[in-house]
């Protein structure tokens, strides 16, 4: 097992905020060194939301997996991350892996998972804590201590959630067999502790061979699963990254353990760069957090030669209309904009429009389409560029990242119906970008990693004029760091 030292680490965080470098992002939450991956630990309590994300202080590796901690009461002004819960036992001594918190009697509680690898074989227990007022977190005795019969070693990252005056949690799991398959578990918490009541059942079949971050979330009468799929293929306009991070809609019986009459899956997010997100809800909003990552795909991630690697993308609003869930930046980030920079778009009957975007960026797009049958908007770096485009006839949006020469490449697409317009809403930080279509309908967040250090032009161009363009540019200041 490593030595964490937590006051040098915190020390090393401090000195390295706020960023020099010039592909740190400004408004994506980051860390100056190390890898991050899932957002952990989501909670509100006393007005501050609580944020944990998996970290490895000690290199650019998916390895020592710590979780980190930092809070905020707007998402604009964030307490200097530090280093909270780290392997330091039998249990956890191979990584501190995802988990969930809640808030109880005032304190910040979470739930883990404890990851122990010996002779090959991994255990995986889960395990209570509470944040102290140090920042770390004191950790309880193990609550779960091993899969349950049927499900493999792979069994983490439980998420919290109250039902009729009772706790649960589900957790991510893969049930054993010929072909090992993913699924969700649910815990009930009875006297003498948690009680494993079996899967959650849904007509998901033929799933993926894991399932990883399970949030289980209520939305007036409907219920939501959110959860991250593991080994399901490609198709024509989804599923087209390495692994899927989607939900489903339903209701579920708690007496049956079953998720009735849930809809088809679908992914909450289109872009390259999306996993493990988790949700915490509070004062009726339900606020997601996603990791900017894909796990396995290092490569694909240029800044680890300058000493980090990943983020997570900016905190969005989830809300639920016939089945389907439109997500949004939280309204506190509209404090970010610099409004001496607002500069309006106002074009007709135009073919291309241009604007100059900032070092980070936000922009509306609202496009009356008139004749035109495909637009593109594209951001151009010197001689890189990465193209958003929508087909009108194919009822379609093109991602393509092949016109960047570092970092993972490629093309993405998936269905969206624009009739006549075209709404779009671009976040466009260092080398975070996040891209929301309709008004939140579908949303696509990715990674660009420009060689030139310029600020990136976004052109608009379709094959026949556009009834009219309008929108707004805005300079975003960054998110700040206070100790
Ligand atoms: C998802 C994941 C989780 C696990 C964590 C470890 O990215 O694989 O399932 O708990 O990362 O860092």
Redesign the pocket.
């Known amino acids: 097992m490593e030595h964490f030292d937590k006051k040098a680490i915190d020390q090393k965080v401090a000195e390295g905020l706020p960023f020099a470098h010039p592909l740190h992002n400004r408004f994506h939450l980051e860390m100056p060194f190390g890898l991050i991956?899932?957002p952990n630990g989501l909670s509100c309590a006393g007005g501050e939301y609580h944020i944990f994300f998996?970290w490895n202080p000690l290199g650019c590796v998916?390895k020592n997996?710590c979780w980190a901690h930092t809070k905020t009461r707007d998402f604009v002004h964030y307490r200097v991350p530090e280093l909270s819960l780290w392997p330091s036992d039998e249990h956890d001594k191979d990584?501190c892996?995802?988990?969930c918190g809640f808030a109880e009697d005032g304190a910040v509680r979470v739930c883990y998972?404890c990851?122990a690898k010996n002779d090959g074989v991994r255990t995986s227990a889960q395990r209570f804590g509470t944040l102290e007022a140090d920042g770390t977190v004191r950790k309880d005795a193990i609550a779960v201590p091993d899969s349950p019969d049927g499900i493999t070693e792979h069994f983490?990252?439980p998420y919290l959630f109250y039902r009729h005056g009772k706790r649960y949690f589900i957790i991510?799991a893969q049930a054993d067999g010929e072909h090992p398959r993913g699924t969700a578990l649910l815990y009930e918490e009875q006297k003498g502790g948690w009680k494993n009541r079996g899967e959650l059942k849904t007509r998901l079949a033929d799933f993926g061979y894991m399932w990883?971050?399970p949030n289980l979330l209520r939305f007036g009468d409907h219920d939501v699963l959110i959860f991250?799929p593991q080994g399901l293929p490609a198709r024509e306009y989804d599923r087209q990254n390495l692994y899927q991070a989607g939900y489903i809609v339903g209701r579920m019986s708690l007496d049956s353990m079953d998720l009735l009459q849930h809809t088809k899956f679908q992914e909450l997010d289109h872009g390259f760069d999306f996993?493990?997100p988790q949700v915490v809800c509070h004062e009726g909003r339900h606020i997601l957090i996603g990791?900017m990552g894909m796990?396995d795909k290092d490569e694909e991630y240029p800044t680890a030669e300058a000493g980090w690697r990943f983020s997570l993308t900016m905190p969005r609003v989830l809300t639920l209309r016939q089945g389907h869930i439109y997500s949004h930046p939280v309204k506190e980030l509209r404090t970010l904009r610099i409004e001496s920079t607002a500069k309006g778009i106002d074009a007709e009957m135009e073919k291309s429009v241009r604007e100059t975007l900032f070092a980070g960026s936000e922009v509306l797009l609202n496009v009356m389409l008139g004749e035109a049958r495909h637009v593109s908007a594209t951001l151009t770096y010197g001689q890189e560029k990465l193209v958003f485009s929508y087909d009108r006839n194919e009822q379609a949006v093109t991602i393509d990242r092949t016109g960047m020469k570092k970092g993972g490449r490629g093309i993405r697409r998936f269905r969206l119906f624009a009739d006549r317009t075209l709404h779009l809403h671009l976040f466009v930080d260092k080398t975070a970008v996040e891209a929301f279509f309709q008004h939140g309908e579908e949303a696509a967040s990715l990674f660009v990693f420009p060689e030139k250090e310029v600020c990136p032009e976004l052109i608009l161009e379709s094959d026949a004029p556009m009834e009219s363009v309008t929108g707004c540019v805005w300079e975003l200041d960054a998110i700040r760091f206070d100790p």
Do not use: F, I, V
């Open positions: 991956n899932d998996q998916h997996k990584g892996y995802s988990g998972t990851n983490r990252d991510g990883e971050c991250c996993y493990a990791w796990p």
